[in-house]
């Protein structure tokens, strides 16, 4: 072939590798949402755990998905228009967490799916008809708020102050459907509670006053927005009045409260990705079952134990999966 002829067929593959190239469709680049009502520092484990779920199964930033990530700061009335927000983006999923935020993301929209990550009762807060068949736009991982699991936290408590009859209880109470189911626990164990309901960053100074006055023995912290923020601002408090804690993530032990039993969070974000996956290769939000947690893992604290001035039970240290020293 003379050098004339080879240029021409040469160019010539060129155009047309490059119209084939141009009928080929660009891979989709998929945007998900992912909202918080904690602030982005304070979750950033949370979201790393997600993100990294996604990239396990083939999922590169930028190439494949854009994430749309947007928080709160503690500020519950900010989560509306957020998750309104996230839907004018147009987003292909929305993940977010308890049952505060899912309801702000069903309020904004019906047909974009959601992902819930512990989500106290859905079925009971309306978000989905069975954990086996949601039947709508929601699906994901509950948290387990049955009375059995709420008394369990409750007997832990016990062992640390066999004589315990009154309970403090902080969390956000208007907007979590397992206070019912605590205080049915309670009932039935003959232990009074005494709940700080808050709503604001600021309500924490007040809530602690609130239970000292009422003399209680303890405090159970229940996993929200807001005691995620401040897990380790309660910490703190509870260390300078002398108020073993409880809470129902871990997280919450290594900021350090004293003790804390049920699954790592980080798992249960990184577990949604599964779904975002299968939404994202054409499942259905309604079709797809809810997931509980199937671990729980009862983490201690020594450090706060000894600046509580307490000896733990040696029964609970070996039951620990993880005891900080």
Not at 163 to 183: A, N, P, Y
Not at 209 to 237: C, D, F, H, N, Q
């Amino acid at each position: 072939m003379d050098r004339r002829r080879f240029v021409r067929a040469f160019a010539g593959g060129l155009i047309v590798a490059r119209s084939v190239a141009e009928a080929q469709p660009a891979a989709k680049v998929y945007r998900i949402g992912f909202f918080l009502g904690a602030s982005g520092e304070s979750v950033a484990s949370l979201f790393g755990a997600f993100s990294k779920g996604l990239r396990d199964l083939g999922y590169v930033e930028g190439r494949d998905v854009i994430f749309e990530r947007r928080y709160a700061d503690g500020h519950m009335d900010r989560l509306p228009e957020i998750a309104a927000e996230l839907v004018r983006l147009r987003v292909d999923v929305i993940v977010t967490g308890s049952s505060i935020h899912v309801a702000a993301a069903r309020q904004a929209t019906k047909t974009i799916p959601i992902v819930m990550v512990f989500t106290a009762d859905p079925v009971q807060a309306g978000f989905v008809t069975s954990l086996a068949r949601p039947g709508g736009n929601v699906t994901g991982l509950s948290a387990d708020a049955s009375q059995d699991l709420w008394s369990k936290y409750l007997t832990i408590l016990k062992e640390i102050v066999p004589k315990l009859s009154r309970v403090g209880v902080l969390g956000q109470v208007k907007t979590q459907v397992e206070f019912v189911e605590l205080d049915a626990a309670s009932r039935k164990l003959g232990i009074a509670l005494e709940v700080a309901d808050m709503q604001n960053p600021g309500d924490l100074d007040g809530a602690f006053s609130m239970l000292i006055s009422k003399r209680v023995g303890v405090l159970l912290v229940v996993v929200s927005p807001l005691t995620y923020l401040l897990k380790e601002s309660i910490a703190e408090s509870a260390i300078k009045y002398h108020l073993p804690t409880i809470s129902n993530a871990n997280q919450y032990a290594e900021a350090g409260l004293l003790m804390s039993y049920g699954p790592k969070l980080e798992d249960l974000y990184r577990r949604a990705a599964t779904y975002v996956d299968k939404i994202l290769r054409g499942a259905v939000p309604a079709d797809l079952p809810v997931e509980q947690p199937s671990r729980f893992e009862l983490t201690i604290n020594l450090k706060t134990a000894r600046a509580l001035g307490l000896t733990m039970p040696q029964s609970l240290l070996l039951r620990a999966e993880e005891v900080i020293e």
